[in-house]
Nanobody, 116 residues
Framework: QVQLVESGGGLVQPGGSLRLSCAAS????????MGWYRQAPGKQRELVAT???????NYADSVKGRFTISRDNAKNTVALQMNSLKPEDAAVYYC??????????WGQGTQVTVSS
């Protein structure tokens, strides 16, 4: 099993920045890929960014050029640096771990609010 704990959410003004962090523990050596997803009220959960063990990254078109995903294998963390935030970026952000087995784990989520 893998446990994922997110941190770093909060309230930010449009144009501002936030950095989310996700700490993984447990069977971390079986993780194939980690990522961030988000879910706004009344909408489906959507992919924001992913990063593989080989540091290959993938981003949703809506965040390309503004968000950066990174991982620190020594600390077993994955981060999402979010710049130039827009009101439409407001959502609950979830950390995700895709296992080699195909199983998927989720964190509890952290709220990001973008408002003036």
């Amino acid at each position: 099993q893998v446990q994922l704990v997110e941190s770093g959410g909060g309230l930010v003004q449009p144009g501002g920045s936030l950095r989310l962090s996700c700490a993984a523990s447990g069977s971390i050596f079986s993780i194939n890929r980690m990522g961030w997803y988000r879910q706004a009220p009344g909408k489906q959960r959507e992919l924001v960014a992913t990063i593989t063990n080989g540091d290959r990254t993938n981003y949703a078109d809506s965040v390309k050029g503004r968000f950066t995903i990174s991982r620190d294998n020594a600390k077993n963390t994955v981060a999402l640096q979010m710049n130039s935030l827009k009101p439409e970026d407001a959502a609950v952000y979830y950390c995700n771990a895709d296992m080699i087995s195909g199983f998927r784990y989720w964190g509890q989520g952290t709220q990001v609010t973008v408002s003036s």
